[in-house]
């Protein structure tokens, strides 16, 4: 009986392989930069039935959306940087600024811990046209000035990492979306950014969310932030008194995620495979110039990044953020999807452009 039960166990793990590589093949585009448009589109549309819209009509008015909110935000941010024109952006932006208004009427400020509260509405604001530097009006009655409060000269609790090293991650990212030169008076000006996330580099080019080293997300989140200083040579002084330079750490944080990648392209969220993993991962190799469909570094067991986030993709257009047991996605969601669209939009940037830096924003699918 013991040795039936081991033949089944061992039989059910086989089949869950071939599942999961199956679903990969099939979930697959092919490597081909339209049919990874399509997708994209399959995944506005996913947007619209989960909100019981018309594919005309704006996300923005789904029941779902509400501007401010960590998801709807990031929503709109990665919707606008695939090059769809369907949301009401201007709706948007002024639903955005009231927002804002309110929440500094409220509480003088976006948020009374997390300097990426700014972050967000700043690269939203942007995406929807609007002048992060003068937006909405605070308590004094003059306009708020996003980047200064948010960045420059953070000042709301502790350093601008105190929330761990997103803080700074995304307060450089935001900064080079903008293109903001760094004042001569600026607390958290692009040098000190970069210092702020090589403090948290482990030896193995990990980064860490709240000490030395860390996990596959936030290694890949530093790497697209750094992406655009990766021929800087600057020795960079760190906390415990040990130099370290940007190339570096993208040499040793790529090395990183190909150790850490699973056969088939996928990335381990805990003990499941992740599709928001695999996503993060095609943006900082989209980021840094490599088409993660064919480098070889990033390709195992027939698969790579890409194929291993594609199987992910549900029937209804939308991601899920994990597999079941028989390999197939699990239900879809907002979150997981719109990651998905960044980093296909960043692949197709890479492989139309030459250009792979989703937060670039002058680097644009259409027009």
Excluded at 132 to 144: M, V
């Amino acid at each position: 009986m013991k040795r039936t039960r081991k033949i089944n166990i061992r039989l059910t793990a086989i089949a869950l392989i071939l599942c999961l590589f199956a679903g990969l093949l099939a979930g697959c585009s092919g490597g081909k930069s339209d049919d990874y448009g399509a997708v994209i589109k399959g995944i506005d549309s996913y947007y619209h039935k989960l909100g019981n819209l018309d594919d005309d009509e704006s996300i923005t008015y789904a029941p779902y959306f509400r501007a401010g909110d960590a998801i709807s935000d990031w929503l709109i941010i990665a919707t606008a940087r695939a090059g769809i024109d369907t949301p009401d952006y201007e709706a948007y932006l002024k639903d955005l600024e009231s927002y804002v208004n309110k929440a500094y009427a409220d509480r003088g400020s976006l948020n009374e811990y997390m300097a990426t509260e700014w972050h967000r509405a700043i690269l939203a604001a942007l995406v929807s046209g609007g002048d992060p530097r003068a937006f909405g009006t605070g308590r004094d009655g003059k306009p708020i000035d996003l980047v200064d409060e948010g960045i420059f000269h953070w000042d709301v609790t502790g350093g601008i990492d105190e929330q761990g090293s997103n803080g700074a991650i995304h307060a450089l990212v935001t900064l080079d979306a903008g293109g903001w030169e760094d004042p001569a008076d600026a607390v958290y000006g692009r040098p000190e950014l970069i210092r702020r996330i090589l403090n948290y580099a482990g030896a193995d080019g990990s980064i860490g969310l709240v000490g030395k080293g860390g996990d596959v997300d936030l290694t890949a989140m530093a790497l697209y932030a750094l992406s655009p200083y990766r021929e800087d040579e600057t020795v960079y002084t760190l906390d415990d008194g040990t130099e370290m330079t940007v190339p570096e750490e993208i040499e040793k944080g790529l090395a990183y995620l190909q150790e850490a990648m699973s056969q088939g392209g996928y990335y381990l969220y805990g003990s499941a495979f992740s599709a928001d993993s695999d996503a993060q991962v095609i943006l900082a190799l989209c980021a840094l110039g490599i088409d993660p469909t064919a480098d070889e570094r990033f390709q195992k067991a027939g698969g790579n990044p890409v194929t291993a986030l594609m199987s992910f993709r549900g029937e209804d257009g939308g991601f899920a953020t994990a597999l079941d047991r028989e390999g197939k996605p699990e239900e879809s969601n907002v979150l997981a999807t719109r990651q998905a669209e960044m980093a296909l939009t960043a692949l197709l940037l890479l492989q139309r452009n030459g250009n792979g830096n989703v937060f670039d924003f002058s680097n644009r699918l259409n027009g």
